[in-house]
């Protein structure tokens, strides 16, 4: 930061917001708001990117790894689609307006992260008092302004009455015709409202891309070490299998 600031360098990249954000580049945005970040604040901030923005994805693309290798119909699919695509571009890359025009690679995507949401949990401070009560048993819960609320991603997704065979993976759920049946609140992968995940957009990229160019290239297989189905590992925070994740990446012809 230091070596910047001297050398008037700016690059479009997280050092550089931290930097706005410390006061070290003017912005208009700090004649109206600004705090004082000690070097313990920016470090925090590194490491909460590291841990909040890389890991989750790496699951999130394992566990989908997982999923077309034990669901070799939704597999056999998803690769129709990409090969599709793949064809149209005539050795080009693919792009992220291409990626959002794949209606099956969203499907896919969007069930591994219902079955699977790494977070696990999230959490939100109630900003004032409420007070809820339960239409089938009159059951009332309290929640007082500045109590933190955790909610279970996990509870809601895999919860039969929101998920008819939760423990299936079925890309189904989120065809445009199912997609529209899901309450509202009861699928929220990256939270819901305005303190949602801003790398949301971000992190469905990174693994459509992913997936693209994996099953593109390779047709995904068990082999020896595979656990079929997955053991979770109840000693990890995030959602991560025992033994880690195993499968044979076999090379497509042609």
Partial sequence: MKYRQEHNIQRPDMINLLMEARGMIPTEVQKTHFRQWTDMEVVAQCLAFLFAGFEPSSGVMSFSAHELMENPQVQEKLYEEIHGVDEELHGNPVTY???QKMPYMEMVVSEVLRKWPVAGVTDRICNKDFEYVSKDTGERVVVKKGEKVRISMC?????????ENPNVFDPE???AENKMKIDHGTYLPFG????????????????KVFLY?????YQLEPCAKSCIPLVLDPTKMQLLPKGGFWLKL???KG
């Fill in 173 to 175: 759920r989120f065809s």
């Fill in 155 to 163: 509870g809601f997704q895999r919860d039969p009455n929101y998920f």
């Fill in 213 to 217: 160019y994996l099953l593109r290239d």
């Fill in 250 to 252: 076999k090379p497509r």
């Fill in 97 to 99: 307006e291409l990626l």
């Fill in 192 to 207: 819901v409202g305005p303190r949602n995940c801003i790398g949301t957009r971000f992190a469905l990229l990174e693994v």
